[in-house]
C-alpha cells in the first residue's frame, strides 16, 4: 500500500484524501489547526452550487459532474448536508448583452438548461422581502442550492478517520516536490509516494511561484436576521447572485438551521489569512451598503454577526490544479467558486496522480479550459 501525504484539511485536501483513500492509498493529512479548521477557506455555514457562471462553458460544464461527485460522497458519509434552493440572478442599470447575467441566460439555454425570465414589476410579487428598484434585468432556474461547507468538512473527516486516515496537527514550513515531503513547525519531516499541496491561502507561502499567481484575499460576510414579517418568505428564497456592474452581492437564505448570509463578489486581495477574523465596522458596513438597498424595510433587519474568511485568488478565478513534480501536486486559486468542485477535484488529482496522460490534461480541464472527459474518471 502506497503512502500519500495531504496538506490542507478543507474540502479540497479532504476530497482527495477521500479519492486516495478509495483507491488504496494509506493517507495521512496535516492541518495546522484543530479540523474543522475554523480559519480554513473551507469552513463556514454554506457555499454554494449552480450551473450561472457567465460565459465559463468550461466550469458551467463541470458543475453537473459535480452534483454526481456529492451524490457519491454523501452517500459515503450517510448523510446529504445539502438544501436545494435554486438560483435568482439579478442586474442593476441598463441592460446590456455583454454583462455577466446575459452571458450566463446564453450559456444556460445553449446547453438546455431551465431559465425564467423575470420581468423586474413581477419580483416584488414573487418576493417580498425584495426592492426591485433600478433592476433592469433578473432570470431564475431551479438547479442550484446551498451545500452545508462547516457540516461537510467534519463528516469527511469522521469518516476518512474511522477509515484509518492519520490525521496530523502541524503547520508546514516546507516542501520538496521531488521527494513528495513535507518539513513540519515541529521539526518532524514527513515523506509520501504521493503528496497534494491544498494549503489555501497558505498556499502561496510554501510553493515556489505560486505566490505570484494567486493572492490571498480578507472578504468579509455579514449574517442577518430578517425582520419578522419577512422570515417565512426567506426560509423558501432561492440564492441571490446580484452582479451589477456597480458592486454587487449574493445573499445566501436561512436553510437548515443557518442565518441569512450576504457577502460581496469583489476581491480585496489584501489580508494576512493568519489576521484576526472579526470584520470591522468599516468592513460590515462596506457590505451592508452593497445589499440594503436591494432589500425592502431594510432598517427591520439586524446584523447578527460580521466576519472575514480569506480566498485564495487567481486573477482570471481559474483554479491552479498543477503538477509540481510526478509524485506531487498543488491545488490552489479556488476564489470563492471552488468548494462546490471539492469531490470531483479530489477524484481528478487521485486519478492524476496513478496516470501520466490524465496529469497532462489535469491543469487545462481544471482551469476550465478544456472538456477532457476521462481527466475525472
Not at 423586474?120 to 426592492?131: I, S
Not at 516546507?174 to 518532524?188: M, N, V, Y
Request: hydrophobic share 45%.
Amino acid at each position: 500500500m502506497e503512502d500519500a501525504l495531504i496538506l490542507g484539511a478543507g474540502i479540497m485536501g479532504l476530497s482527495t484524501a477521500f479519492a486516495l483513500d478509495a483507491a488504496g492509498y494509506r493517507v495521512t493529512v496535516i492541518e495546522g489547526d484543530p479540523v474543522p479548521n475554523p480559519r480554513g477557506s473551507s469552513v463556514d455555514d454554506h457555499r454554494l452550487i449552480r450551473h450561472a457562471y457567465g460565459a465559463s462553458l468550461g466550469y458551467m460544464r463541470m458543475v453537473e459532474r459535480a452534483y454526481s461527485a456529492w451524490d457519491a460522497l454523501f452517500d459515503a458519509l450517510g448523510e446529504r448536508p445539502y438544501a436545494e434552493t435554486g438560483v435568482l440572478a439579478l442586474a442593476a442599470g441598463a441592460a446590456s448583452d455583454a454583462g455577466w447575467i446575459a452571458a450566463s441566460r446564453r450559456s444556460l439555454r445553449g446547453d438546455d438548461h431551465a431559465v425564467e425570465d423575470l420581468a423586474p414589476g413581477r419580483l416584488a410579487n414573487l418576493y417580498p422581502w425584495l426592492n426591485p428598484d433600478g433592476l433592469s434585468d433578473a432570470f431564475r432556474t431551479p438547479r442550484g442550492g446551498v451545500l452545508m461547507a462547516r457540516r461537510i468538512v467534519a463528516a469527511l473527516a469522521r469518516h476518512l478517520e474511522a477509515r484509518g486516515t492519520c490525521f496530523v496537527s502541524a503547520r508546514a514550513t516546507g516542501i520538496d516536490p521531488a521527494r513528495a515531503r513535507l518539513t513540519l513547525s515541529d521539526g518532524r519531516v514527513l515523506e509520501a509516494g504521493r503528496l497534494v499541496v491544498a494549503a489555501g491561502p497558505w498556499a502561496p507561502r510554501l510553493v515556489p511561484g505560486l505566490a505570484a499567481r494567486v493572492t490571498p484575499s480578507r472578504q468579509i460576510v455579514v449574517y442577518l436576521d430578517p425582520p419578522p414579517a419577512q422570515r417565512e418568505a426567506w426560509a423558501a428564497a432561492p440564492m441571490i447572485l446580484d452582479l451589477s456592474e456597480d458592486g454587487g452581492f449574493y445573499a445566501v437564505p436561512p436553510v437548515a438551521g443557518t442565518g441569512l448570509k450576504i457577502g460581496d463578489h469583489r476581491f480585496s486581495l489584501a489580508g494576512d489569512p493568519d489576521d484576526p477574523r472579526p470584520a470591522t465596522a468599516e468592513e460590515r458596513d462596506g457590505i451592508l451598503a452593497l445589499a440594503m438597498p436591494r432589500l425592502r424595510d431594510a432598517a427591520s433587519y439586524r446584523v447578527l454577526e460580521a466576519r472575514a474568511c480569506y480566498y485564495d485568488v487567481e486573477p482570471e478565478e481559474r483554479f491552479v490544479v498543477e503538477p509540481l513534480s510526478e509524485r506531487c501536486v498543488v491545488m490552489s486559486g479556488f476564489s470563492g467558486h471552488g468548494f462546490k468542485f471539492g469531490p470531483l477535484l479530489g477524484r481528478a488529482v487521485a486519478a492524476a496522480l496513478a496516470d501520466p496522460a490524465r496529469m497532462a490534461a489535469l491543469p487545462r480541464w481544471a482551469a476550465g479550459e478544456a472538456r477532457e472527459q476521462d481527466v475525472a474518471a
